[in-house]
T-cell receptor, first 111, second 114 residues
Framework: QQQVKQSPQSLIVQKGGISIINCAYE??????FPWYQQFPGKGPALLIA?????SEKKEGRFTISFNKSAKQFSLHIMDSQPGDSATYFC??????????FGTGTSLTVIP | GAVVSQHPSWVICKSGTSVKIECRSL??????MFWYRQFPKQSLMLMAT?????????EQGVEKDKFLINHASLTLSTLTVTSAHPEDSSFYIC??????????FGSGTQLSVL
């Protein structure tokens, strides 16, 4: 059973546009929701994270929107750049050290 | 962010040999580290959770005798792939938990078994 469902699987955005990646979960015991960025041949890098008591968190061009009642959260990348082309994973943490990852979204930003 | 160092970045070995991969948390102590396997264009597959000073907890289907994990200190965990075969070829990634919340990943190791 997929604990965290991520969509879309792939996304193509024009340079300067907004990239939006969505994740949904079922387990209300999840207490921490990070997003990771992964370039080919590299390990994932922590991008931004949010706790369920906050509805939005912004860091630079990256924003997480969190909807606790809908059990959904999303990553918004403003002014998308070709350098943002990577695979993005959402995740959810359960009881301290169990992390569940989404299936990943391959983002391509075209010039 | 915190730094997790993983070595080697890539390794090529002959079938039947053993390969050791090291994962170090450079600027924090990690009581818990994780090992993942990732196939091309797929998500992270958790192999095992290692806690400093105790035996690793393996996920269902992961052979503990093939994938030996040692977490002997608060900054070092190792994964040894014993008697490696071509089907073990994969991208292996470690991660370390900082302050019990933030998860930081190593840069990964591409293993190719000939």
């Amino acid at each position: 059973q997929q604990q965290v469902k991520q969509s879309p699987q792939s996304l193509i955005v024009q340079k300067g546009g907004i990239s939006i990646i969505n994740c949904a979960y079922e387990n209300t015991a999840f207490d921490y929701f990070p997003w990771y960025q992964q370039f080919p041949g590299k390990g994932p890098a922590l991008l931004i994270a949010i706790r369920p008591d906050v509805s939005e968190k912004k860091e630079g061009r990256f924003t997480i929107s969190f909807n606790k009642s809908a059990k959904q959260f999303s990553l918004h990348i403003m002014d998308s750049q070709p350098g943002d082309s990577a695979t993005y994973f959402c995740a959810a943490r359960y009881t301290g050290n169990q992390f569940y990852f989404g299936t990943g979204t391959s983002l391509t930003v075209i010039p | 962010g915190a730094v997790v160092s993983q070595h080697p970045s890539w390794v090529i070995c002959k079938s039947g040999t053993s390969v050791k991969i090291e994962c170090r948390s450079l600027d924090f102590q990690a009581t818990t580290m994780f090992w993942y396997r990732q196939f091309p264009k797929q998500s992270l597959m958790l192999m095992a959770t290692s806690n400093e000073g105790s035996k690793a907890t393996y996920e269902q289907g992961v052979e503990k005798d093939k994938f030996l994990i040692n977490h002997a200190s608060l900054t070092l965990s190792t994964l040894t792939v014993t008697s490696a075969h071509p089907e073990d070829s994969s991208f292996y990634i470690c991660s370390a938990l900082e302050f019990g919340e933030k998860l930081f990943f190593g840069s990964g190791t591409q293993l190719s078994v000939l």
